[in-house]
């Protein structure tokens, strides 16, 4: 395993619920259909939803049950942007939209310029007034963490109100590389695997989201 400061495991938040242990463990099975994997990916991006909106504003509302008035709970779903890191980020919009169906939609999209190796934006679209919102960034794999760390330099020139970081695996290399660049920045992950390998995939991982998702390999 490649060692993990204090510091920086601090700022994860591990979902360790055994549905989303269970499924995760089917993702990985490199057998899993393309179809299997996108229903798995679904089901997972909605229960994770639920750890990574936990301290969601609620306010108070007045409403009449059939038998008197009572004072109830509601969230208000349009303050909260999933932020999806393209191209795999988008798999995991379907499951948390299913649990918070008024939430806006932002798509960033960067690419590695093979010269520099800095991450160049080709695409970036947000919903407007993004100081009134919550971000939750979105993307499956936090690898080397430089796409994550690049879209939320971004974002933070939105000036949002808060910003988190939502995925399904994560190497000790990614989740250093986000403390060291934004460490107000809290993870959600089902898991930290052991390393990663040389082409900056993630150990044991699940190979690439992407091409799982879409089916492209
Ligand atoms: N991106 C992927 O899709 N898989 C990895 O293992 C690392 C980055």
């Known amino acids: 395993m490649t060692p ?7 700022n994860v938040h591990l979902i360790d619920h055994p549905l989303v242990q269970h499924k995760l463990t089917l993702m990985r099975n490199k057998t899993a259909s393309t179809n299997s994997f996108r229903r798995l990916l679904n089901e997972l991006s909605s229960l994770m939803a639920y750890e990574v909106t936990r301290d969601m504003a609620t306010q ?25 890191i393209l191209r795999a980020g988008n798999g995991i919009l379907d499951g948390v939209l299913s649990v918070v169906p008024g939430a806006r939609v ?21 919903p407007k007034n993004m100081e009134e919102r919550d971000i939750i960034v979105v993307d499956p794999m936090l690898a080397t963490g430089n796409s994550a760390a690049a879209a939320v330099t971004r974002l ?62």
């Open 106 to 126: 932002g798509h960033i999209g960067l690419y590695r310029d093979p010269a520099t190796l800095q991450a160049v934006e080709y695409y970036f679209k947000m």
């Open 60 to 84: 108070d509302v007045e409403i009449e049950t059939p038998l008197e008035k009572m004072t109830g709970t509601a969230i208000d779903g349009k303050k909260l942007v999933f932020v999806s």
């Open 156 to 217: 933070k020139v939105c000036k949002p109100k808060s910003i988190k970081f939502l995925c399904l695996l994560t190497a000790p290399e990614g989740i250093e590389a986000m403390h060291k660049a934004h460490p107000d920045v809290p993870i959600y992950t089902a898991a930290i695997d052991r390393e990663l390998n040389d082409h900056g995939y993630i150990l044991p991982g699940l190979g690439d989201a992407g091409d799982r998702i879409f089916g492209t390999q």
């Open 4 to 10: 993990l400061s204090p510091e920086a495991r601090a």
